[in-house]
């Protein structure tokens, strides 16, 4: 049984979950399973029983506020938190919003991974 | 009331009687919406298909072509973030789509093709959630996935072509 936080990354780029996997997991803190699609992420939290879910904005099947909707009309993942990831606005413009949209928090893929993983932890510390 | 109304020439203030100035171009309103008209329509007959589309709705977002990178980036983070509220509230809807479309042409004009990737990609995803307007609007947006650099040139031609004096 590991202690490592388990997190699921959904986002349809391969090369951006491979680096971000391999950020993480270097960390020494963190396990993370990654998904390409938003379709497969109910069934893949349901198996990996992750305890934040960092989910890109825009991919091709459903973007990032598709897959929150079914998150949160499941009884069962409902509760995981979620750290979203976006392309489209710059780590500027992230810092200038305090690195939060709608009351969840948005980081930006430019960011560094040290930025990434620090909003993981305080996401995970609530 | 009425009559002071009806009195009113197009295109002039009713209050003053004097034209309405575009604090931008210095020109009539009025003329500047019938400039505007005149070459959406001429986009669209001259491009085939989404192109002209394309062009036609990226006229109304290029008087940004005037403010620099920065600024550019900074209005273009302004219509992300916008964007991804709506989608994380679920309240997307038409105003959405414009935000997107308008990112879009931003990101065409800084030349950032992964972005330009991305706000296709969104657009292509939400279209087909919204009424069937928008469901009429994905050859749009899978035209600029497949050919971006050649949209961005586009983008950035038609452009400069407007900023132009």
């Given at each position: 049984?590991?202690?490592?936080?388990?997190?699921?990354?959904?986002?349809?780029?391969?090369?951006?979950?491979?680096?971000?996997?391999?950020?993480?997991?270097?960390?020494?803190?963190?396990?993370?399973?990654?998904?390409?699609r938003?379709?497969?992420?109910?069934?893949?939290?349901?198996?990996?029983?992750?305890d934040?879910?960092?989910l890109?904005?825009?991919?091709?099947?459903?973007?990032?506020?598709?897959?929150l909707?079914?998150?949160?009309?499941?009884?069962?993942?409902k509760?995981?938190?979620?750290?979203?990831?976006?392309?489209?606005?710059?780590?500027?413009?992230?810092?200038?919003?305090?690195?939060?949209?709608?009351?969840?928090?948005?980081?930006?893929?430019?960011?560094?991974p040290?930025?990434?993983?620090?909003?993981?932890?305080?996401?995970?510390?609530? | 009331?009425?009559?002071?109304?009806?009195?009113?020439?197009?295109?002039?203030?009713?209050?003053?009687?004097?034209?309405?100035?575009?604090?931008?171009?210095?020109?009539?309103?009025n003329?500047?919406?019938?400039?505007?008209?005149?070459?959406?329509?001429g986009?669209?007959?001259?491009?085939?298909?989404?192109?002209?589309e394309?062009?036609?709705?990226?006229?109304?977002?290029?008087?940004?072509?005037?403010?620099?990178?920065?600024?550019?980036?900074?209005?273009r983070d302004?219509?992300?973030?916008?964007t991804?509220?709506?989608?994380?509230?679920?309240t997307?809807?038409?105003?959405?789509?414009?935000l997107?479309?308008?990112?879009m042409?931003?990101?065409?004009?800084?030349?950032d093709?992964?972005?330009?990737?991305?706000?296709?990609?969104?657009?292509?995803t939400?279209?087909?959630?919204?009424d069937?307007?928008?469901?009429?609007?994905?050859?749009?947006?899978?035209?600029?996935?497949a050919?971006?650099?050649?949209?961005?040139e586009?983008?950035?031609?038609l452009?400069?072509?407007?900023?132009?004096?």
């Amino acid at each position: 049984m590991t202690d490592k936080r388990r997190i699921l990354m959904i986002d349809d780029d391969p090369s951006m979950s491979g680096i971000v996997k391999r950020n993480l997991e270097q960390t020494g803190t963190f396990e993370v399973r990654t998904e390409q699609r938003g379709a497969d992420g109910l069934q893949a939290a349901r198996e990996f029983r992750p305890d934040l879910l960092l989910l890109d904005m825009v991919m091709p099947d459903c973007d990032g506020g598709n897959v929150l909707a079914l998150f949160r009309n499941d009884d069962e993942l409902k509760q995981i938190p979620v750290v979203f990831l976006t392309g489209t606005i710059s780590e500027d413009g992230m810092d200038a919003r305090h690195g939060q949209i709608a009351g969840y928090p948005v980081v930006s893929k430019q960011a560094k991974p040290k930025t990434l993983a620090r909003q993981i932890e305080q996401t995970l510390r609530g | 009331m009425i009559s002071s109304f009806r009195s009113a020439k197009p295109g002039l203030n009713k209050f003053t009687s004097r034209p309405h100035i575009d604090r931008t171009t210095g020109c009539a309103g009025n003329v500047i919406l019938k400039f505007r008209h005149s070459l959406e329509r001429g986009l669209r007959e001259e491009f085939p298909g989404p192109q002209g589309e394309l062009l036609a709705t990226a006229v109304s977002s290029l008087h940004r072509h005037a403010f620099d990178g920065q600024q550019q980036r900074r209005l273009r983070d302004m219509d992300g973030a916008a964007t991804l509220y709506t989608l994380l509230t679920g309240t997307a809807d038409a105003a959405t789509m414009g935000l997107i479309r308008s990112a879009m042409v931003s990101s065409a004009l800084l030349a950032d093709m992964d972005a330009v990737l991305q706000w296709a990609q969104a657009g292509l995803t939400r279209c087909t959630q919204l009424d069937g307007k928008w469901l009429a609007t994905a050859p749009e947006w899978e035209w600029v996935l497949a050919n971006r650099g050649y949209y961005i040139e586009l983008v950035q031609d038609l452009a400069r072509f407007l900023n132009s004096k």
